[in-house]
């Protein structure tokens, strides 16, 4: 079964690095686990502590990740902080045909080469608020992960992601993550709307 043919299809949450869209997809799978479910992406980047492989991520080498790109194996991938990313056509076939709502936390590229190839998917994007990359310097600060280094090239990239969230067509709603409580209840809606559900579906 091809990914365009399924009938439920993913929603893609979308954003800048420090935003918060890790955040609230975590408490969505976390709320929902009958409902959601996310798929786990291979990268080539060594394993923060606290994370665990085959859980957080497929930790793989930069070979074999070559080797995945050639056969055609992911839905989208993207080179990030000097790292390797990507997504596998696979994991998200299998978790659909589970009958869960496939949940993807994709950066920029990633989604434009999503809907090159036409996937059908529901496209958010969460915005810092008032489109501030201050707030996002300061949540990534916060976080206590990142080398200044790293921090400095996220910046240099969230501004091209906010340049591209501006583009008319691409994204299917923009939720500004001021308050998080108020961020997730609009994430929510956006999901159970779009599919016809009233209410939220009870498990
Ligand atoms: N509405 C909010 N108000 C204040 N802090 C927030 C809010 N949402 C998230 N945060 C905090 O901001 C930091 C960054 O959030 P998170 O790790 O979810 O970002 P992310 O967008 O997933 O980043 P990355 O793409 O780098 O993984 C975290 O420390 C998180 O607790």
């Known amino acids: 079964m091809s990914i365009a043919q399924t009938e439920t299809s993913p929603t893609i949450i979308s954003g800048p690095s420090g935003v918060g ?8 799978l976390t709320d929902h686990p009958g409902v959601f479910a996310t798929t786990i992406s291979h990268t080539t ?7 665990t492989r085959d ?3 497929y930790f793989i080498e930069k070979s074999e990740f070559e080797g995945m790109i050639d056969s055609n194996a992911f839905v989208e991938h993207a080179q990030f902080g000097g790292n390797r990313y990507g997504t596998s056509k696979k994991t998200i076939e299998d978790l659909t045909a589970s009958g869960k709502i496939v949940v993807l936390d994709i950066e920029m590229e990633g989604v434009k080469q999503i809907k090159m190839a036409g996937m059908n998917a529901r496209y958010v994007f969460i915005a810092p608020p008032g489109g501030s990359l201050e707030v996002l310097e300061s949540r990534l600060r916060g976080r206590g992960t990142e080398t200044e280094e790293s921090i400095s090239k996220r910046l240099k990239q969230a501004e091209k992601e906010l340049e591209f ?3 008319v067509g691409v994204h299917d709603v923009v939720i500004y993550n001021d308050d998080l409580d ?10 159970f709307k779009e599919r016809g559900v009233q209410d939220q579906p009870v498990e």
């Open 182 to 191: 108020t961020a997730y209840a609009e994430l929510k809606d956006f999901i």
């Open 21 to 28: 869209k890790g955040t609230l997809y975590k408490r969505l």
């Open 45 to 51: 980047r060594a394993p923060r502590p606290g994370e």
């Open 55 to 57: 859980v957080d991520y």
């Open 165 to 167: 969230s501006k583009t």
